[in-house]
């Protein structure tokens, strides 16, 4: 019994050693370098060929990786140059000049011109003033002179009283209403909150927060707002600047009121330009602030809509008399 398992043993080794040495006489070596390294010969000779490492082609996504990733210079890569743009350009370029700004610089210097002609001409008076001799001068013409001059003077004083108005430098007369402690108090109160709102809109979100703003400042801005009827409340500064003529702030700021009565938009003079400036936290003077947008002071909106009501009556009885 065992010799036939010897036997079956040793003809199946046969047969396997038969069959690896025709599959190796039949096999094709592959062509691969890295292979060919590993199964030379031994009559062949090692060479310093052997140890060059061959990178390997890199894919379109590699490539495009290796972009990204290397620094943006132009000087080294034609692809990155950076190409200026036709024509001439500034280095500091000029700020655009609106209409309503051009006009209020003409209107200051036509304002300074007059002003120092004026005090160009009381030099003059002076000068010839003490060329004449007091002596020659009668007693009689002098007292007579003197007289007239008191007279004058009263009538001024005369004059002043009869045309009291409530209007004045820091309250201008195309304001229409009081300015009261509580309307100023309300005006403050709202304007703060607004813009403590807008302020953790814009720290959230930016790009939500200035397509949805609570308020917007200046008079541009206030009319862009207007034209789309988006302004809910319009508060304008009691001491704007004098600027009559075509296109000045005087006009401006009658379209402005007469855009409001024609939306129906409650409009209001509360607060002084600095005021303004102040409750916003803001360096420059503003002059007019729209708000667009009330949500979460309702309560002190509706106060403040009264309280300009009242302002409005009281106003109309000062002016009457």
Known sequence: MSENINVKYHSTDRKIRTKNVQDTETKITPRSSKYKKQHRKPDQQASLMDFVIKPRPKTQRQTKANKLQKAHLTITRSSYIVYKPKGKTRVDPKKKITRLKRSVRVYRTS???????AEQELKVVPEIAVDIDPKAIPVEQQVQNLSLSETTTHKDDSQSKTVHSIHSRRFRSYCDNCTRPRLKELTIQLLKDLDRFQKRAFAKNEIKARAHPRLVLGVREALAR??????KLLFLATDCEICPGESGLDETIEGLK???QQQQVPYCFSLLRRELSYALQKRAQICC????DFDGANAIYADLLNEIEDARAEYKRRTAT
């Open 289 to 292: 602030v729209a708000i667009l």
């Open 111 to 117: 304002k300074k011109a007059e002003r120092e002609a």
């Open 226 to 231: 207007l034209r789309i009827n988006k302004v």
């Open 258 to 260: 007469f855009q409001c």
